[in-house]
Nanobody
Framework: QVQLVESGGRLVQAGMSLRLSCEDI????????MGWFRQAPGEDREFVAA????????RYADSVKGRFTISRDNAKRMVYLQMNSLNSEDTAIYYC?????????????????WGQGTQVSVSS
């Protein structure tokens, strides 16, 4: 059973940086893509960033392109989201997700497993 555990979310001021981590605990498919999504209060869950199995290909939402970077360490079963130049619109619960297949995938329907989320709050 795949279990994803996110960490690193907290309250920060606008303009600051934050790095989120996601640990994959448990059985892992041989090939899988990873992604980050977020959900703000009253909003639908939206795609943020995704990476393919071997971290060769990545995909970003336009709203975070140039500010956020997704990376992964397969040996440690970790995926990261480096977030720079944060602003109040980045405030949300951030979710890590895992999908069978090479990816990267931007649709939440492609993902098979989800973490519980970590709260990121950005004060202006």
């Amino acid at each position: 059973q795949v279990q994803l555990v996110e960490s690193g979310g907290r309250l920060v001021q606008a303009g600051m940086s934050l790095r989120l981590s996601c640990e994959d605990i448990g059985h892992t498919p041989s090939d899988y893509a990873m992604g980050w999504f977020r959900q703000a209060p009253g909003e639908d869950r939206e795609f943020v960033a995704a990476t393919s199995w071997r971290d060769i290909n990545t995909r970003y939402a336009d709203s975070v392109k140039g500010r956020f970077t997704i990376s992964r360490d397969n040996a440690k079963r970790m995926v990261y989201l480096q977030m720079n130049s944060l602003n109040s619109e980045d405030t949300a619960i951030y979710y890590c997700a895992q999908a069978y297949g090479l990816g990267p995938f931007s649709s939440p329907d492609e993902y098979n497993y989800w973490g519980q989320g970590t709260q990121v709050s950005v004060s202006s």
